[in-house]
């Protein structure tokens, strides 16, 4: 329970991929009461296998978030649903668990629901749908893209996604949840295929509007796939107002890097960080697009996304709150420090003094 408020805050994160687990652990920092509602349009690797065979739902950014609700998500259960096996195709050992228990129950839903209660998790994981929907999408420079895993792909940023079928109905209870809320966190994490897929369920779009709650999001740090490559946080932001939210975002968190003299020991070590940060993700491009790069440049998938004081100026006309702060994680240098994070959304919740009902 929240140290400064006599009940807990309720708060929703709205994403998927690698991110939300991290607003997860922030949230959970000041006692958050936590709903998480995941994108279901994940198509690739193990999840898109999987997919594939059995029509589960996705099953990967669900697993992600389970692990970070988990009790002591440490412990050495929590930490095996994310081992993964060569052997396998690869499948992480959590999706395979989600796989068997929707095909045994004959429910995604009650699925996910056990594997609340066998973690003994501090909030709930949502689907966002649970309709089967492919997401689209279209580049700066005019070329579509169909299924999630392709999206960054193309030749450069995406202008544009929408889901096929067009329509879908929201997952009922993950509505209920925002509408409730007294803080709904979008983000931080892939703009276009992991945030705002969320707002491609009508239901979903719907309640975000309708909501009392303060909602915020918090802005990516890095680029490390072509979907966004080149776009600066100004674009970034246009881009998820225009998916809907224009005149509804309350407030903006912003990272921006301060230089301090770190010593050579320091310096050294995150140059070595995020050196393999950008191979690995060069090796992963490489793999999908071995014929349209002749000399892959690993610098080419990782640049911190540019922030300047005039779109900062120009974006305040648009979000009412913005709140720019050094966010830096020297281990993982893409990565919103989760102490940090916690701090700041600790201070927007009580600064607000939300009215809890």
């Known amino acids: 329970m929240s140290v400064f408020l006599d009940k807990p805050v309720r708060a929703v994160s709205v994403g ?5 687990p991290n607003t997860i652990r922030a949230l959970r920092s000041f006692g958050c009461d936590i709903t998480a509602i995941v994108s279901m349009v994940d198509d690739g690797g193990s999840t898109g ?30 930490q095996s649903l994310g081992k ?5 195709d690869n499948h992480a050992m959590g999706n395979l668990l989600l796989t068997a228990l929707t095909m045994q129950t004959g429910s995604f839903i009650e699925a996910i629901q056990i594997c609340e209660q066998i973690l003994h998790c501090q909030g709930h994981v949502m689907p966002s749908t649970l309709d089967d929907i492919v997401l689209c999408g279209l580049t700066r420079d005019g070329h579509e893209f169909t299924g999630q895993a392709t999206l960054g792909t193309g030749p450069c940023a995406l202008k544009k996604v929408w889901i096929s079928p067009s329509f879908c109905n929201a997952y009922e209870p993950a509505a209920q949840a925002i509408l409730d809320a007294d803080i709904v966190v979008l983000g931080p994490g892939s703009l276009f295929t992991s945030v705002i897929p969320n707002l491609l369920v009508p239901g979903i779009l719907s309640a975000l509007r309708r909501t009392k709650a303060l909602k915020v999001y918090i802005a990516s740090m890095a680029d490390m796939q072509g979907e966004t490559w080149g776009l600066n946080l100004e674009e970034y932001v246009d881009a998820l107002l225009k998916h809907g939210l224009e005149g509804s975002l309350d407030v903006l968190i912003v990272h921006r890097h301060v230089e301090h003299d770190l010593g050579l020991a320091t310096r050294s070590f995150q140059a070595i960080t995020g050196e393999q940060i950008r191979n690995a993700a060069a090796e992963r491009a490489w793999k999908i697009l071995p014929n349209t790069m002749h000399n892959p440049d690993p610098d080419w998938y990782f640049r911190p996304v540019k922030v300047t004081d005039d779109m900062i100026l120009r974006l305040e006309k648009r979000v009412p709150t913005i709140i720019v702060r050094d966010f830096h994680d020297k281990e993982r240098p893409t990565w919103h420090n989760t102490q940090k994070l916690g ?4 201070g927007v919740v009580e600064s607000c003094r939300l009215p809890l009902r």
């Not at 701090?343 to 600790?346: A, K, S, Y």
């Open 343 to 346: 701090q700041i959304l600790r």
């Open 16 to 20: 998927g991929g690698t991110g939300q």
């Open 84 to 88: 993964r096996f060569a052997f396998a």
């Open 49 to 78: 296998i999987l997919r594939k065979e059995t029509g589960i739902n996705p099953p990967g950014d669900i697993r992600k978030c389970l692990v970070a609700m988990a009790e002591n998500e440490y412990a050495p259960l929590p």
